[in-house]
């Protein structure tokens, strides 16, 4: 807006002071309002100079065999995800006016990777049988990241992450609403400790995601030791966990550690050997090493599996032989 005032003084020679009144152009005329109406209609972007802040709440229902602090996380991740819609529209405006050109699927993973969360309020409140979580967040997304988070979800693998991440939680919610009515219908002490199990498992497996989201987020924004930090806590809760192991990975390897990088893909690898993308990954860590046969090994098994990544790697290896 400051700038804007700058504009605005230049057109009309009149001068503009610090603590003036909130319309201090007196002597502004037709003509020039023209201009100024003109630079809003071409210059649009200048209404996105602030951070868009967003007030989102989410709830949930905890029935018998649940943690409270698991509940309370399903509730939190309701307000997230009702906060993300929105954001998601002002990102998409914004790209829009910046003609940054982002398909849909880029446009939410951006979204999340900028959005930064604040507890506000939470309460719960005794519900029937159960207990009732209810919270509110404060959800900022700051335009000026916007442009450098666009060049990064350009990764075909990136927006594979977000989706996966979000289709295992509409799964967890699934699962669990099942278990919940299993557990109700539950015959006898032993078919009841027998679900009650299973909803202590999914729990376990709710919050590994959660960790995993955390260090997506933090891969997203290049914090690679947090990255590091939160993928072991969602291995260590979910050691079958393949993609954290690969994303750790990734982290160590844009810090330069290409041996512990190359230790989390074949953990990865060993879980899943029809993991394309480990392979990619683990023969640009040879490479970053100097080890052409072993990385040209690993490139061809990717490209063979069709990645994309692994095939311009390997003909890139080749052409420099």
């Not at 003109?38 to 007030?55: D, N, Q, W």
């Not at 376990?204 to 030791?225: C, P, V």
Request: with cysteine; hydrophobic share 35%.
């Amino acid at each position: 807006m400051r700038y804007f005032s700058v504009i605005i003084a230049r057109i009309c020679h009149c001068e503009v002071k610090p603590k003036q009144s909130l319309f201090p152009f007196k002597n502004i005329t037709g003509r020039v309002w023209v201009i100024i109406i003109a630079l809003f209609l071409f210059f649009p972007s200048l209404g996105f100079a602030e951070t868009k802040e967003i007030i989102s709440e989410g709830t949930y229902n905890m029935g018998d065999g649940e943690t409270p602090s698991v509940a309370e996380s399903r509730a939190l991740l309701q307000a997230k995800r009702t906060a993300l819609e929105q954001a998601g529209t002002y990102v998409e405006s914004y790209t829009k006016v910046k003609n940054l050109q982002l398909t849909e699927d880029e446009i939410k993973v951006l979204s999340s990777g900028i959005m930064e969360v604040e507890f506000l309020d939470k309460k719960r409140t005794v519900v029937g049988d159960g207990i009732h979580f209810w919270v509110q967040i404060k959800a900022k997304v700051n335009p000026d990241k916007i442009e450098e988070m666009a060049k990064r979800v350009k990764e075909k693998s990136v927006i594979e992450d977000y989706k996966k991440i979000q289709e295992a939680y509409d799964k967890s919610q699934k699962d669990i609403e099942e278990l919940k009515r299993q557990l109700a219908g539950a015959k006898g002490e032993k078919e009841k400790k027998q679900v009650e199990a299973k909803i202590t498992d999914d729990e376990r497996i709710f919050e590994a995601r959660q960790w995993f989201d955390k260090g997506y987020q933090h891969s997203l924004n290049n914090e690679h030791d947090s990255a590091i930090e939160v993928y072991t806590k969602a291995i260590a809760l979910d050691p079958h966990n393949v993609k954290a192991y690969n994303n750790r990975g990734n982290a160590y390897g844009k810090k330069g550690q290409y041996d512990r990088a190359i230790e989390d893909y074949n953990k990865a690898i060993a879980l899943n050997p029809n993991l394309a993308q480990a392979y990619g990954n683990r023969g640009l860590a040879y490479y970053k090493k100097g080890n052409m046969g072993r990385a040209i090994s690993d490139f061809q098994k990717a490209c063979d599996m069709g990645n994309e990544n692994g095939c311009k790697a390997l003909q890139m290896v080749l052409k420099g032989r």
